[in-house]
């Protein structure tokens, strides 16, 4: 199957589980008519691996592919679920990209860590996002990776909302990727 058909099925998948219509205030404050709830998608049995497919494909098509990537993630809740799934298809594939978990705040015992899973230091990474409004959660990711070290290399959505979030990313210097836009959804 082409990456062409992933994400044709993939659009339609978000768009049957995630798309919920109704006036909602998103996570930035603003108002939509729609909200995406893509945690019914990136959790879902046919979706969610197809969300990792397409992702690493999009990835490799911009030259931030395995081997050019080392490790994939983001800001906990909604970058989760797609770094695993990046994570798995490149596995499914005998390609090697792990993924890690950036909390929002550093954890005050144990390890006191605030990403979780492999040592990002000096590695280059792609910080990851289920669908983004303001780039608000993926900046807040790209801050802390750059904290501890990591060379952020691009930022990568499944869905982008076209409200802002490219220009943001773009401004910080980063390349912004989508797989999905709005228009994708019949939004």
């Known amino acids: 199957m082409s990456n062409d058909t992933h994400r044709d099925r993939l659009a339609q998948l978000v768009a049957e589980?995630?798309?919920v219509r109704g006036r909602v205030t998103l996570a930035s404050g603003v108002e939509s008519d729609h909200y995406?709830?893509?945690?019914?998608?990136?959790?879902?049995?046919?979706?969610?691996?197809?969300?990792?497919?397409?992702?690493?494909?999009?990835l490799?098509?911009?030259g931030y592919g395995?081997?050019?990537?080392?490790?994939?993630?983001?800001?906990t809740l909604g970058?989760?679920?797609?770094?695993?799934?990046i994570m798995h298809a490149a596995a499914s594939?005998?390609?090697?990209?792990?993924?890690?978990?950036?909390?929002?705040?550093t954890k005050s015992h144990g390890m006191?860590?605030?990403?979780?899973?492999?040592?990002?230091?000096?590695?280059?990474?792609?910080?990851?996002?289920?669908?983004?409004?303001?780039g608000?959660?993926?900046?807040?990711?790209?801050?802390?990776?750059?904290?501890?070290?990591?060379?952020?290399?691009?930022?990568?959505?499944?869905?982008?909302r076209d409200t802002g979030a490219r220009q943001a990313v773009e401004a910080e210097g980063l390349p912004y990727l989508h797989a999905l836009s709005v228009a994708d959804l019949g939004l």
Request: with cysteine.
């Open 17 to 19: 589980l995630a798309v």
């Open 36 to 58: 995406v709830d893509m945690r019914r998608a990136t959790l879902h049995h046919e979706a969610g691996p197809l969300i990792g497919h397409v992702m690493l494909d999009l």
């Open 60 to 62: 490799d098509e911009h």
């Open 66 to 75: 395995p081997g050019e990537v080392d490790a994939v993630g983001g800001l």
């Open 79 to 85: 970058a989760d679920p797609v770094a695993l799934g």
């Open 93 to 105: 594939r005998g390609l090697e990209v792990d993924s890690f978990v950036v909390r929002k705040e």
């Open 112 to 134: 006191q860590r605030r990403i979780e899973g492999p040592d990002v230091e000096g590695r280059r990474v792609v910080a990851v996002e289920d669908t983004s409004t303001t």
């Open 136 to 160: 608000g959660s993926v900046l807040q990711a790209v801050a802390a990776l750059r904290e501890a070290g990591a060379e952020v290399v691009a930022c990568a959505v499944v869905v982008d």
